[in-house]
């Protein structure tokens, strides 16, 4: 039943997007109903899988130790774990779990620093680094090609964040995007360059560590799904009846 419902939501609220992009005046606002919808089709997603039950509480488990960290660093600008975690999450248990964790840790930790209309397109951004994270899970089990892959993320990030800033407050023309990008530049260096620390700091680590959690996750998700209870072959045969 919440699937039914998240997907439901999700439909309408995309339906409305589409509506409200036929206005060029609320070009706004239907980024926002878009980014609301595939945040819906996310969470439905997640609801979906074998251990939704477990994989749901660790979800929210990692995502609030991603927010910590965030809140952790607010004094400085642009840097953060927020990203490193979900990659991590990503590679050890998967895109769905990497997703949660990424939209988790943002709509959490903006409790603190403040909600807004940025909130659903930082979700999103960083529910796409864990999705990229599962992607490359093969390619960064060594430490310099996870920070290597943080780093680059730290950047698509701030831009994808930058290009939703444009789109939505200034004029569509080239030269304000330019402009948009170049006040932005430092954050986002600032932000790569901490994934790159944070990630050789923590990493390959913390995946390993979520990797072991999720070895144990799907052995208990195979035994809880087993329709024959164990029995021994002898207690199976049927007993002759005494004379």
């Not at 439901?8 to 992009?21: K, L, P, Y």
């Not at 290597?148 to 023309?173: K, R, V």
């Not at 954050?187 to 790569?192: C, G, L, P």
Request: net charge positive; with cysteine.
């Amino acid at each position: 039943m919440p699937r039914a419902i998240l997907l439901g939501a999700a439909v309408i609220t995309f339906a409305g997007g589409a509506w409200a992009a036929l206005s060029p005046e609320d070009a706004g606002l239907s980024l926002l109903l878009v980014a609301v919808a595939l945040i819906a089709f996310g969470f439905a997603w997640l609801e979906s899988g074998p251990g939704s039950a477990k994989e749901v509480a660790l979800v929210a488990v990692l995502g609030g130790v991603a927010a910590a960290g965030r809140v952790l660093f607010t004094a400085v600008p642009g840097v953060q774990p927020v990203t490193v975690v979900t990659v991590a999450a990503g590679a050890a248990l998967g895109a769905r779990v990497g997703f949660g964790v990424g939209a988790v840790a943002a709509l959490v930790s903006n409790f603190y620093l403040g909600q807004g209309i940025w909130t659903p397109w930082q979700m999103l951004a960083w529910g796409g680094c864990g999705v990229v994270g599962a992607l490359a899970a093969r390619l960064i089990r060594r430490r310099w090609a996870f920070a290597a892959l943080c780093f680059a993320l730290g950047f698509a990030f701030s831009s994808a964040m930058d290009l939703w800033h444009w789109y939505t407050f200034w004029p569509h023309t080239w030269q304000a995007l330019t402009v948009v990008y170049g006040r932005g530049v430092w954050f986002s260096a600032a932000h790569a360059i901490g994934n790159v620390v944070f990630a050789l700091a923590i990493g390959p680590e913390l995946r390993r560590l979520l990797e072991r959690y999720g070895k144990r996750l799907r052995t208990e998700v195979v035994w809880a799904s087993s329709s024959q209870p164990w029995s021994s072959p002898r207690s199976s045969r049927r007993r002759r009846p005494t004379i």
